[in-house]
T-cell receptor
Framework: EAGVAQSPRYKIIEKRQSVAFWCNPI?????LYWYQQILGQGPKLLIQFQNNGVVDDSQLPKDRFSAERLKGVDSTLKIQPAKLEDSAVYLCASSLPRGRERGWGPSYEQYFGPGTRLTVT | GEDVEQSLFLSVREGDSSVINCTYTDSSSTYLYWYKQEPGAGLQLLTY?????DMKQDQRLTVLLNKKDKHLSLRIADTQTGDSAIYFCAALNQAGTALIFGKGTTLSVSS
């Protein structure tokens, strides 16, 4: 089974520029998450989609960050304009809806992609 | 909101057992997780425990949950150099929509 794909893997931009990240979840996974992981910290949820609808975007800085999942599969996360403090790894994860997990029983298992490392100079 | 805390570093010798500890604040967290992150890689789910369990064993991994003290631990038996990584503890948030992660414990295994 193919894992969560993300691109690009690395991006360096100057502050005030724009950047976009792409994520392709595991086939059949209706739930998709974007996390921000600042160096030395654990991942923090930015936004969660269920199919193409937003479930939770309470921690997304909406003045500069936006995300979409138009057809309920791939998703893009955009930052415009970028600030120095946006330097982080952006992780995408996907999961089956709760109650439909296989194998391990009723766990709430998220599968993570390799992430995109963003450096803002 | 939920907060998850972990010690930042642990150093062990190859063949020894490693114990990584975690505390969380929200007693209503139903699922608690351990993830592993190797350099340049995403997070890999190692194991999880449901809140009505005290212990779960999976090969070299043992998870202990003390719900009264809101304390979770991960024991790795016969630690190998390939176990060197950052280990994250995570708790499912109250709404059941997202994971709240600790800052991670860096495990260093020397031969």
């Amino acid at each position: 089974e193919a894992g969560v794909a993300q691109s690009p893997r690395y991006k360096i931009i100057e502050k005030r520029q724009s950047v976009a990240f792409w994520c392709n979840p595991i086939s059949g996974h209706a739930t998709l998450y974007w996390y921000q992981q600042i160096l030395g910290q654990g991942p923090k949820l930015l936004i969660q989609f269920q199919n193409n609808g937003v479930v939770d975007d309470s921690q997304l800085p909406k003045d500069r960050f936006s995300a979409e999942r138009l057809k309920g599969v791939d998703s893009t996360l955009k930052i415009q304009p970028a600030k120095l403090e946006d330097s982080a790894v952006y992780l995408c994860a996907s999961s089956l809806p709760r109650g439909r997990e296989r194998g391990w029983g009723p766990s709430y298992e998220q599968y993570f992609g390799p992430g995109t490392r963003l450096t803002v100079t | 909101g939920e907060d998850v805390e972990q010690s930042l570093f642990l150093s062990v010798r190859e063949g020894d057992s490693s114990v990584i500890n975690c505390t969380y604040t929200d007693s209503s967290s139903t699922y608690l997780y351990w993830y592993k992150q190797e350099p340049g890689a995403g997070l890999q789910l190692l194991t999880y425990i449901f809140s009505n369990m005290d212990m779960k064993q999976d090969q070299r991994l043992t998870v202990l949950l003390n719900k009264k003290d809101k304390h979770l631990s991960l024991r790795i038996a016969d630690t190998q150099t390939g176990d060197s990584a950052i280990y994250f503890c995570a708790a499912l948030n109250q709404a059941g929509t997202a994971l709240i992660f600790g800052k991670g414990t860096t495990l260093s295994v020397s031969s």
